[in-house]
């Protein structure tokens, strides 16, 4: 599976929208983005994925670059209970929900 | 929404002594994952369960590991002689399918082994 980097933490005011970045520049093309998060401690939440089109959901957007080496994930009006880690993955179909976590980004949320 | 329920969420246990964590998955998944995290550390992958058998496992899995499926609703996680580095949080996981599907996760289990 592709290796990820995120930025370690940013922060956010609440109300606002939440772009948090990936990069994924050695992506294949049977892979997929996915977004986990973590509010403390708890267990991994899922959030979105996608392949290359940017997708949409009741949580969140996923916005992928045409050339599938980045993407975003966007909160559209980040509140303090989204206030969590948030996990970049790239999975492809060949193993059994084997996710790879990284250290992701730590999202703060102020009010 | 359905959620995974794992059980105890708390464990303390003497080194060497055997644990079982227990979990049991959303009803209409077909697989079933354990992960765990260090405290300050990523959440690693243990291991993968598909038709009552191992899918796939980590190197962390080793011999004194073992999964079972006991019944219809349970999915267990045993450690037989636990060591010191044991000591973690337990995440049990769930899935309809096994590929490009959403993990559904419990709020988890914290082993201490003392």
């Known amino acids: 599976d592709a290796k990820t980097t995120q930025p370690p933490s940013m922060d956010c005011a609440e109300g606002r929208a939440a772009n948090l970045p990936c990069n994924h520049s050695t992506i294949s093309g049977n892979e997929y983005v996915y977004w986990y998060r973590q509010i403390h401690s708890q267990g991994p939440q899922y959030i979105i994925h996608?392949?290359?089109n940017n997708e949409t959901n009741e949580m969140a957007s996923l916005i992928i670059t045409e050339d599938r080496k980045s993407s975003t994930l966007i909160l559209p009006h980040a509140t303090l209970r989204d206030t969590a880690v948030y996990y970049c993955i790239v999975k492809g179909g060949t193993s059994y929900g084997k996710l790879t976590f990284g250290q992701g980004t730590i999202l703060t949320v102020h009010p | 929404e359905p959620e995974v329920t794992q059980t105890p969420s708390h464990q303390v246990t003497q080194m060497g002594q055997e644990v079982i964590l227990r979990c049991v998955p959303i009803s209409n998944h077909l697989y079933f994952y354990w992960y765990r995290q260090i405290l300050g550390q990523k959440v690693e992958f243990l291991v993968s369960?598909?038709?009552?058998?191992?899918?796939?496992k980590s190197e962390i899995f080793d011999d004194q590991f073992s999964v079972e499926r006991p019944d219809g609703s349970n999915f267990t996680l045993k450690i037989r002689s636990t060591k010191l580095e044991d000591s973690a949080m337990y995440f049990c996981?769930?899935?309809?399918?096994?590929?490009?599907?959403?993990?559904?996760f419990g709020s988890g289990t914290q082993l201490s082994v003392l």
């Open positions: 996608g392949l290359k």
């Open positions: 996981a769930s899935s309809v399918s096994g590929y490009n599907e959403k993990l559904f």
């Open positions: 369960f598909y038709n009552n058998e191992i899918s796939e």
